[in-house]
């Protein structure tokens, strides 16, 4: 699953680059950050030296996706929106949810600690890589898609607080987030914003 | 005071999420970058695990500050500008400035370190929050904020170099930070561009 | 080389504050953060604690470069493409890809990893600020400069492959990034976007 993370996850930020006409380098660094900043950060926050800097394994895997998304680019119009790519993300974000959510608990934070930081190991590189786009991370305000790894976190810490660990509470925080991510992709699902509930409860009171 | 701060810096950021029409999710992340964002900065700069991953209270005054934002905006136009909230607003960048102080006082670092930890510890957040925002930190451009922060690290330093510590020195710059804030807010104090600076020195120049 | 490097980052980020009419305290911490925070980005991936914040020599440096940045621009239209700002800017990129390589290699990290934090150390700081102004950074779409740092950074770790480590290595390392830098300058060396290329594989397709 990770591994199918890191490539789709490379190949999407690789794509966003290349629609804003950067350079090779920084579509690379784009595609690179994507999949890999969020769980550098999670390492940093956790103090520790970020995984992805002492192996060559997980970097071939980012490499790879940049140039999936380059060749893809020339056959497809938008590889970032095709079926496969969009449920490789969802397996991605699946997956750096859960490995946020162990290495968080192994880490002894408490049960938002947990969340929080399964929540940044799957959504802070696509967040990174907007800003560096220089937008709005899109997480804040479109899409149900970090509401997934939020969901997936929290079931991650119900399964601890029931008394589930280990690989079973793995696979529940995993199957929470792929399950949600699925169905938000599949129904259009979205969170409101402020104007939508605010207006509504305005609208109660005017009348 | 580390109370007030914290429901008042996230009220803040919940606001300014809201007017950019982001979702409840991206409300919720502002919201708390705002209010833990300079600290944990702090925290992984002097290499510790953020405090506010570790432990479940200070996130739920972060969340009714994001709540309090909501629910006010309701009943009130612009609930940042409102005088409780900048005095509020005014005694977290105190309490964030003097928390900066003691820990990097506490970590050894160089009197400009522990003016630098300040400074971050108190404006860290506001600055981060900008950025998902997609806008330069108004602390970098507009306001006398960032610079009373300045003033209350140096005023720590500089208690600690005639013999004042521990809790005078924290009281010492907690009260520069505010007063110079109050003071800044009451009276409309700003910093001058280099166009300020330099068009005067021009004039002067040309004349 | 670190020194000229520090003062000439310093400069460089504080002509752009100046540019975009940011306040005397932004100006400051444009200019220090261009100078530092590729450093203490790289301190922070290897978990010490960031070197600039423990000592005053290094900031006083980074405060001359912000001083001479406002005396300049009296005097000179745009002092950051003078040739000697170029030339010690050069130099420092050496520097700083340089000194990551070295501090990565200590750290133990994969020949990734040493190439990584070469390029995060030489051009993380200019990125950070290019961030704080509001914009892409420019290192992802414009100009041959950071690839300076990722052969600099590549030709240390090819050193060491061949057994050429210490003194000898770095020297490798920082006359490849100057003399690639200098080069791209001289020659206005760019690297192409995926349109450039894409649209060159594609009219050999059409046709």
Redesign the interface.
């Known amino acids: 699953m990770n591994t199918v993370g890191l490539v789709a996850f490379a190949l999407v930020g690789a794509t966003k680059?290349?629609r804003?006409?950067?350079?090779?380098?920084?579509?690379a660094?784009?595609g690179l950050v994507t999949a890999f900043a969020g769980g550098?950060t999670r390492d940093?926050?956790?103090?520790?030296?970020?995984l992805?800097?002492?192996?060559?394994g997980e970097?071939s895997l980012g490499l790879f996706g940049v140039a999936l998304a380059?060749g893809l680019?020339?056959l497809l119009d938008s590889p970032e929106d095709h079926p496969v790519t969009l449920a490789s993300d969802a397996v991605g974000l699946a997956a750096f949810a859960t490995a946020g959510s162990i290495v968080?608990t192994d880490?002894?934070?408490?049960?938002?600690?947990v969340v929080?930081?399964a929540t940044i190991n799957a959504v802070g590189g696509g967040?990174f890589a907007d800003?560096?786009?220089?937008?709005?991370?899109f997480?804040?305000?479109?899409d149900f898609y970090?509401?997934c790894a939020?969901l997936g976190g929290s079931a991650y810490v119900a399964a601890g607080v029931v008394g589930v660990t280990g690989g079973t509470a793995a696979a529940v925080c995993a199957a929470t987030t792929l399950g949600t991510r699925l169905a938000a992709v599949n129904y259009g699902w979205?969170?409101?914003?402020?104007?939508a509930?605010?207006l509504a409860?305005?609208g109660v009171?005017e009348k």
Chains 1, 2, 3 share one sequence.
């Open positions: 680059a290349m804003e006409e950067f350079d090779v380098f920084g579509i660094v784009v550098a940093v926050l956790v103090n520790r030296v970020p992805a800097l002492g192996s060559l970097i380059v680019t020339v968080a880490a002894g934070l408490s049960s938002f600690g929080a930081i967040a800003v560096l786009l220089d937008r709005s991370p997480v804040l305000f479109d970090a509401s939020v979205r969170l409101p914003t402020a104007q509930l605010g409860r305005e009171g």
